[in-house]
DNA sequence: CTCTGGCACTCTTCGAGTACAAGTGCTAAT
DNA sequence: ATTAGCACTTGTACTCGAAGAGTGCCAGAG
């Protein structure tokens, strides 16, 4: 009764269910792979592996396939994580040449992982609770509109269109700038509300109520860019693997576009000590999907912006070796990148 | 030989068939609209029909179903734009609200047509060429990197990340940003490439080299700027009307994430009387969007950003009517928002 | 105690055959 | 121009049976 003998059968009958997409029978399993027993032991051991929970049979004359907690075990104790390929390496290094601002970053980032993966790759944006105010600045549009914009330390800029209180000449306008930016300078984004008393009183009282009003302006911009967003792309991905998810990619394509589902379940979801999280079916706790795995590794965690996740959903039915090797060497990467930029 | 009665056919052809999502025989025809002929009549009709090419019948001994030019005449000659509900007021109401920069108007914007027509609803992001320099800013973000700030008249802000030449200090970096704003102030963004000898001569020769780098990364800005893009939401309804759309739907995916093609479709497309363009199937000449129609309509069309479209992909067996007074309501209300902000 | 060969059993898959329903096209009559 | 009637076509649903795959278990060997 070789306990090794066991895991590997369960290897085998990932693999092989991975790359066939059907049931795998006992004999199948002895030649394509080269244990060297008989089709009747497999047998006695599949069942054992059965009673643990870890593979099915679809029918009873059917061949097994992998349960929820079968490529649990196969992810935990048996998957090494595979190295990239030669041409992985270049894709990454074209990327980094194409950096251009944060946001553009992230989503070329988020686009080839989903190439690498063929998977539908999501990132999450920094939770930028940590980060602080470097600059605020007022470009004046028309009489009475102008535009406040806020740039951070983590080198995003949000911006917001206000409307003032009263016609405003451009003089004014750059005072009024200058007294916000000095003072909300390295101010954490988190602390709200702001000293609007403070802000106001240090301009002349005519100024006042549109002090108020960029004030209010910039306390809704910090407010929203602590939101955490999500950007996704090869959701057409999902539609190619269609045959292992069943009639489903509609309830799924919905809970990802939901992106609150989505945040909280990487938010969630903790680190191994391969530096990877994985949650496999119905550990996702979410219905919709059930017949899905997400492999998620967390990045730019030393540049203070701590939490923010990338990865990618796919069926559970997955490579998880490539996948993990593509998503954790993406966060590492991208890791790299943040830190030097 | 009436031959208004043949449209009347026509028209109940799309109509059931979009009902019910299937073929439609003579008699069902007669019994569900009252047309006071027998079905025999009706038969000889839908011959003719067939003759034209409007309607085709999947099997010989099946009802038919409208081809892409029957569905092109029922829009052409017989829809009529159907008026919105209370509801969907309301929706465009709440979304003026929640309106904030730019970006986010237009997010919003695309969800809510999504929601609206339970489609895939596209927007085209504004061609700004016509859109002009109104300010450019540099905030330091380190000893060596800047951030290059340009607000554009449309109020679209973009930026980018530059590592300069030498450590310059934040008054050095405040002339260099007055020189720029000022030396490009009102410059078309299509107006490239920008004069970098006059700039850097503008400041003394130890910032030269810098100014080139900044001068370098405005032109990069605007560069980008000039692509369009697009804004999607809702594929999850793709899915949805899955049905409709056989087991084509991941190409389709894959054409919508692949911007360019939906872009130029978009740009290619002339409106009609109504204010509307519409393609349906062979019409949009793009192989895996042969099942869909797009139905959209310019908008902002008076701000001098013009030619920007925004609109949905659905199966060609859509509800053309409520579609279109979606498309078309969607259309107009954003152009009164960004005419008025 | 582990492994193996053999064998009966179960269950899905696939094809052929058949009956049925839907719907047409045509012809002759009004 | 319209209608009624009828022969014809064709997809759909269902049943039946044979084939194939795979298991579980038992008895025997190492």
Known sequence: MSDTRRLQVL????????HTREPVGSRALVERHDLEVSPATIRNDMAHLEEEGLIAAPHTSAGRIPTDLGYRRFVDKITEVRPLTAAERRAMDTLLETADDHDAMLEHTVRLLAMLTNQVAVIQHPQRSTAKIRHVDIVSMSSHKAL????????????????????????????????????????????????????????????????AILAQAVETILESSRVDRIIMAGTANLARSGRDLGPSIGPILEALEEQVVLLRLLTEMEQDRRGLSIRIGHETSHDSLIETAVVAAEYGSHTGAEGAKLGVVGPTRMDYGSTMSAVRAMARYLSRILSEG
Chains 1, 2 share one sequence.
Not at 12 to 17: F, G, S, T
């Open 11 to 18: 290897r085998a009958i990932v693999e092989d269910y991975v």
């Open 148 to 211: 406040v914009i806020v740039i951070l330390s983590s080198g995003k800029v949000d911006q917001r269109m206000v409307t003032l209180a009263d016609a405003i000449g451009d003089d004014s306008l750059h005072r009024l700038a200058q007294v916000l930016s000095s003072e909300l300078h390295q101010r954490s984004i988190s602390a709200l509300p702001l000293p609007t008393d403070t802000l106001t009183s240090r301009v002349e009282p005519v100024l006042r109520p549109s002090m």
